[in-house]
């Protein structure tokens, strides 16, 4: 992402739900992989500690932020965030993603990590999750935070500026929910 140290503004679905399907990677997958490498070295699982804590936490504060905050629903029935997100945490969600896409396909230099992987998801769910598993609800949650249309920006800079909501703005928050839809998100 070319934008380190700027903010990115994403307008996200109303309904925290979305957040269920990838809230554990904070804690038990990626704030557990910072931790291993705080303690093993940031040479040994492919990505520095703060990286993987970095992405843990941003996913933490979302979820934190999302499920307390009162969605806009901009005349549509259907809520939606803004949110402003700095650019360089979203830099660290991309990187971790491809580690663990790496990881999932047993590239070289990762058998450690996906060691890891492979053993947090035996031990920590009711049901086993893979490496795959991981990368997919990731790959999700960016699906949705990097949501950058002319409709996002529409309605971003209508929330943020107090512009009127009006037909396009509406339209606009269509165009965003039919998205967010092709991503696998309902309601």
Do not use: N
């Amino acid at each position: 992402m070319e934008q380190v140290g700027a903010e990115v503004v994403r307008v996200l679905p109303g309904d925290p739900g979305w957040l269920h399907r990838v809230a554990y990677l904070d804690e038990k997958v990626l704030g557990l992989a910072a931790g291993a490498a705080y303690v093993r070295g940031d040479d040994v699982y492919g990505l520095p500690a703060l990286t993987f804590d970095t992405a843990a936490g941003l996913i933490g504060r979302l979820t934190a932020d999302l499920t307390t905050a009162t969605p806009t629903t901009l005349g549509t029935g259907t809520g939606m965030f803004l949110a402003a997100l700095p650019a360089w945490e979203l830099d660290t969600l991309w990187q971790t993603h491809a580690l663990l896409r790496r990881a999932a396909d047993r590239e070289p230099d990762t058998e450690e990590l996906a060691e890891l992987l492979d053993l947090l998801g035996q031990s920590l769910f009711d049901t086993p999750h893979t490496i795959e598993d991981f990368t997919a609800d990731l790959e999700h949650l960016l699906a949705i935070l990097t949501l950058d249309t002319p409709a996002v920006r529409m309605v971003a800079t209508a929330l943020t500026l107090g512009h009127a909501i009006d037909a396009r703005v509406r339209h606009a928050s269509g165009q965003i929910q039919d998205c967010w839809k092709g991503t696998g998100l309902h309601g």
